[in-house]
């Protein structure tokens, strides 16, 4: 997993950092508490849906019949479209299909390494970890261009530890350690809610106007 990186300010900018955060923190005053809270639970919803729907297409897909893995296969999407729609008031139809084609391909990544665990294929499982460092990477990137209060590392160890947690909970599932997996799954919930809250704020920071 790709490793977070922390930077230091220098000095000469420290006054002009403060002075900026000042104006965040007026700035975020301006919104609404109880839209902003609407929206926190929503985001929240759907990225608890993300893990639940995830974890049923990749952990029972060996076991599951066409019928039940297509059914599956189609919640996945409708709610990773629906994740990717909540930025599109903010910054328009053409980022928010970039974040659906990286919440996919985390998604994939994710699928290829359960496959290659059951398989027992180490090069596959590699692959699918190089993958899912990558697409962090792309992540911190993509968030940290449309919105300058996402940093880089900030959003990168984000999805970087939501990644491994589907690991973990994919080798614990492989392992039968059933005994850890309720522990895993509550780590999975309070992170996602991390990344939840963590978006939801960095987007009142930036648009106050739209969650008056």
């Not at 984000?158 to 509550?186: F, M, P, R, S």
């Amino acid at each position: 997993m790709s490793k977070i990186i922390s930077s230091m300010a220098v000095s000469a900018f420290a006054l002009a950092g403060l002075v900026g955060c000042d104006y965040e923190s007026r700035a975020a005053g301006d919104a609404n508490p109880t839209r902003v809270a609407e929206m926190k639970k929503d985001f929240r919803d759907l990225w608890l849906g993300h893990i639940y729907w995830v974890q049923h297409a990749v952990l029972n897909s060996a076991t599951s019949s066409l019928a039940e893995r297509d059914a599956v296969k189609k919640e996945v999407d409708a709610n990773t479209k629906q994740i990717a729609s909540i930025i599109t008031p903010f910054y328009g139809e053409a980022q928010s299909q970039k974040f659906l084609s990286l919440l996919d391909i985390n998604i994939g990544a994710v699928r290829e390494y359960s496959e290659a665990t059951v398989a027992g294929n180490k090069s596959k499982q590699d692959a699918a970890l190089a993958r899912l460092a990558s697409n962090a990477d792309d992540f911190g990137e993509f968030f940290s261009g449309i919105n300058p209060y996402l940093s880089v590392s900030t959003v990168r160890g984000l999805i970087a530890a939501h990644g491994a947690h589907h690991v973990l909970q994919i080798n614990q599932y492989q392992k039968k350690d059933y005994a850890h997996l309720d522990e895993t799954w509550k780590m999975m919930r309070e992170h996602v809610y991390v990344i939840a809250d963590t978006l939801t704020e960095a987007l009142v920071k930036q648009f106050p106007g739209k969650f008056l």
